[in-house]
């Protein structure tokens, strides 16, 4: 399956700059620009998570004790059927079906995203990865939506690197 995520409690503090963007999230390096958007000004950054099960993990960054980030990663070994594609299209604010620069189908809004990638070998067959955003750098609408594609573009890829999962 890849390696387990030891992320329980870590503390990220210590970064010199009022917004704490820490370099990693869920055991990858994160791009700042990716993540810096959709966090509010802070002193105290913290990541919970790691493994829920033997097919999910979760990832979950805190700023001052308010969750802004939270990434759940499943196996599949089926694609998503369309119903729950659009389920996804109602959960997320201003959310459509938006193309991705990597192999994938994504459901992104302006505080969360719904997105499964397909796996050419090893592993699972597909990785579901459901992306919950909120707090002050949250936004409302198509500039919200394209913070939040920012991050699942950087994000989901490096997540699926880990996980030894090469996109189809």
């Known amino acids: 399956m890849g390696v387990v995520v030891g992320l329980s409690g870590a503390l990220l503090t210590g970064c010199s700059d009022a917004a704490a963007v820490p370099d990693e999230f869920c055991g990858v390096?994160?791009?700042?620009?990716?993540?810096?958007?959709?966090?509010?000004?802070?002193?105290?950054?913290?990541?919970?998570?790691?493994r829920t099960s033997w097919k999910s993990e979760n990832c979950i960054l805190f700023v001052d004790h308010v969750r802004v980030v939270?990434?759940?990663?499943?196996?599949?070994?089926n694609p998503l059927?369309?119903?729950?594609?659009?389920?996804?299209?109602?959960?997320?604010?201003?959310?459509?079906?938006?193309?991705?620069?990597?192999?994938?189908?994504?459901v992104i809004g302006s505080d969360g995203a719904l997105v499964q990638i397909a796996c050419k070998e090893g592993g699972p067959s597909y990785y579901t990865f459901t992306l919950f955003v909120s707090g002050e750098g949250t936004e409302k609408g198509k500039a919200g939506a394209e913070?939040?594609?920012?991050?699942?573009?950087?994000?989901?890829?490096a997540v699926a690197k880990r996980l030894k999962c090469s996109l189809k």
């Open 29 to 50: 390096p994160v791009q700042r620009e990716a993540l810096e958007p959709l966090m509010p000004h802070a002193k105290r950054v913290v990541e919970e998570g790691g």
């Open 70 to 77: 939270h990434s759940i990663i499943r196996e599949a070994e």
């Open 81 to 106: 059927q369309k119903v729950d594609w659009e389920t996804a299209a109602k959960s997320y604010e201003d959310a459509a079906t938006r193309r991705v620069s990597f192999p994938g189908t994504a």
């Open 147 to 157: 913070k939040v594609q920012r991050f699942v573009e950087d994000h989901v890829p």
